[in-house]
Structure formats: C-alpha cells, structure tokens
C-alpha cells in the first residue's frame, strides 16, 4: 500500500508479557518515528530513526522499551515486562524530510491493551 | 522544554459557523509549526504548516497565522462543514531537533 502501515491494529495482552509492534513506512521515506497516544492526550514522542540509527531515544520511558530498524525500512517497537500504563496507541510516522520543513505521515496506530 | 497548549474541547458548532481553535506555544529558537487533523477511524494528517513567523499556512478553507510575539497559532475557519468534525492537534518543530511536540488536542462536532 502506499501508506504507513501498523501491525497488529489491536494488542491485548498480560501485565509482565513481552510485545512487539511493527511499523512499515512509506517506501524511500528515510524518516521514521514511533508516538504513543494516550486516551485523551496529544501524540508523545519516543523514538526517531534517521535510516538504520536511533537519532533520537530521548522519548523512551524506560529500558523496558526499545526499537530496531536493521534495514533503514520496517521498523519494530519492543516492549518487555508490560505494565498496566502501557496502554495505549502506538503510532508510527515516516517522513522523507524529517520535521523541520516536511510532512510526517502516520499510520492508524496499534492499540495495545495490557490487562 | 518545548510545549503546546490548546484550547480544551469539545467544541460544537452548527455547520456554516466560524471555528477558532487557540493554540500558544513555548519553545526556546525558531520551532515551525503545524496543524493536524485525526478523522474519524483515520490515521493523523497534516492539514496545514508555517515554518517561521508571520507566515500563514492555509488547506482546506483553514488558515493559521504565525504569531512570534504572542507564541501563537491560532487555527480559523470561515464556515464549517459536518465533514470538518475531527481532532484537530496543534505542534511543533523545533530548529534543533527533528521530531514533534504536539498539544492534547481538540474535538470539533459539527452539526447541521
């Protein structure tokens, strides 16, 4: 497809379960970011890769997160050990520009429910 | 840090109205700033930009103006339509960083 997509849309898991989520930007789109959006809440901000590197963790709550891009294209956002305030949406961004100047595109979001 | 504040929601208009929605900023250099809109089931889009001030990004019928004395961005539209109903998120780029800071947003209901 031609835009951002997420898998899974839907995520419901136990608290202390491991989770991953997946994120397929726009094809040559070198920009990618991963946002969670609590109920009620604007986007905030995690993660931005600038091809296969982290340029910027500075969002990551805690070393419970993490994310990996190992070819500068699908991107996957791992959560160990859920808790009960990880719920949330978690949307995926790309971008051929970065912020400054461009349009971020995001996907739908992965909804994750941990109970 | 950097920062966005919106005018709480929800907001109801009758359709041809004229909307308002406040948005201030803090934010330490030149941030750009934008507008963008979450349908119903839809992923967020951006519906409009300025990336310095006293520029005004405009789509759709919406406008916002870059205002650097009053850190504001106040998104308007003359008359609005049922298919406007939306959560509308103002935020921000700063010069340093790429990524961006966006406010809590704000639900428009538009009804006939």
């Known amino acids: 497809g031609a835009g951002v997509s997420q898998t899974p849309s839907n995520k419901v898991t136990e608290k202390g379960k491991y989770v991953e989520l997946r994120c397929d930007p726009i094809?040559?789109?070198?920009?990618l970011y991963w946002y969670r959006q609590s109920l009620g809440q604007g986007p905030e901000f995690l993660i931005y890769?600038?091809?296969?590197?982290?340029?910027?963790d500075s969002g990551l709550p805690n070393d419970r997160f993490f994310a990996v891009r190992p070819e500068g294209s699908v991107s996957t956002l791992k959560i160990q050990r859920t808790e009960r305030g990880d719920s949330a949406v978690y949307l995926c961004?790309?971008?051929?520009?970065?912020?400054?100047?461009?349009?971020?595109?995001f996907g739908e979001g992965s909804r994750l429910t941990v109970l | 840090g950097d920062s966005v504040t919106q005018m709480e929601g929800p907001v109801t208009l009758s359709e041809e109205a004229f909307l308002t929605i406040n948005c201030t900023y803090t934010?330490?250099?030149?941030?750009?700033l934008f507008w963008y809109v979450q349908y119903p089931g839809e992923g967020l889009q951006l519906l409009l930009k300025?990336?310095?001030?006293?520029d005004k990004g405009s789509n759709k019928g919406f406008e916002a103006t870059y205002r650097k004395e009053t850190t504001s961005f106040h998104l308007e539209k003359g008359s609005v339509q049922v298919s406007d109903s939306a959560v509308y998120f103002c935020?921000?780029?700063?010069?340093?960083?790429?990524?961006?800071?966006f406010g809590t947003g704000t639900r428009l209901q538009v009804t006939l």
């Open positions: 961004a790309s971008s051929l520009l970065g912020t400054r100047s461009g349009e971020l595109f």
């Open positions: 094809s040559g789109h070198t920009a």
């Open positions: 890769f600038q091809g296969t590197g982290a340029a910027d």
């Open positions: 934010a330490t250099g030149y941030p750009s």
């Open positions: 300025a990336t310095k001030a006293d």
């Open positions: 935020a921000l780029s700063p010069g340093t960083a790429s990524k961006l800071t």
